[in-house]
């Protein structure tokens, strides 16, 4: 087995997170889910060294808190869950600001306009940060992270770290994050999501995380963690698992309002 990028071993945060424990191998795309206070963010921002709790995390072997910034900053990527725009520098200097160091500026152009290509931004380069719309302002958030640990100028990459990015993000890009995040996890890059989207979990998620009241209760393959007789004890909604096509999918029913199942998360 690949030794892990990541090991964690109770950790623990007043009143937010209990006793978890997890690692993270190369290649792997975890998704972590749980209904809303499940500790979800919170895990994710200490993993990422944001939050400081109790326990142990080692990145490559060595701990967390060893790690320098601009060190740290070259192995691991981190999006926040919601950040405002806060200045009216164009798209194209925000991106620049997430440019690893001492890379070449035909490589970094490069990869630029491909990350720009895929999520659709290239019209929106010299556009100011405080005239996005949320959801370009949420493509421009993801082109930023992604530059900063994408593989072709920024080989020591191994970890990136995602809350809740298909937010705002319509269908079509949500494949294009699908497809770019394939292309890291298939580079050997760990890549943790934070996620509300059941069936997407289930379908595309290699590994999951099962949150509840700030404890890691169930983890494994998304198949083994993605059924009802988990999930329901957990989100206090049953759900039944039907086959459609080649898929499973996963429907969320309220007995006390109608017998009909709703695919989730359209309750």
Known sequence: ?????????????????????????????????????????????????????????TLLAKPLSQWRGAELALRRAYLHQQVSPYAAMPVFQYLALHQPANVSEAQVDST???????????????????????????RTRLAAVLLQVWPAINPQARLLLLDEP????????????????????????????????????????????LMSGGKLVFQGAAQEVMRPALLSPVFG???????AGERPWLFAHDERRSAALVPYPNL
């Open 1 to 57: 087995m690949a030794q892990p990028l990541l090991e964690c071993h109770g950790l623990s945060l007043e009143r937010r997170l209990s006793q978890v424990s997890a690692r993270v191998l190369p290649g792997q795309l975890i998704h972590i889910i749980g209904p809303n206070g499940a500790g979800k963010s919170s895990l994710l921002a200490v993993i990422g060294g944001l939050l400081r709790g109790e326990g142990n995390i």
């Open 112 to 138: 630029v306009d491909y990350l720009a290509d895929a999520l659709s931004l290239n019209d929106k380069m010299a556009r100011p940060l405080n005239r996005l719309s949320g959801g370009e302002w949420q």
């Open 166 to 209: 298909a937010a705002s993000l319509d269908i079509a890009q949500r494949v294009a994050l699908d497809a770019l995040l394939l292309e890291l996890t298939t580079a050997g890059l760990g890549v943790l999501v934070c996620a509300h989207d059941l069936n997407h979990s289930l379908q595309h998620a290699n590994d999951v995380w």
């Open 237 to 243: 909604v049953d759900f039944t698992l039907l086959q």
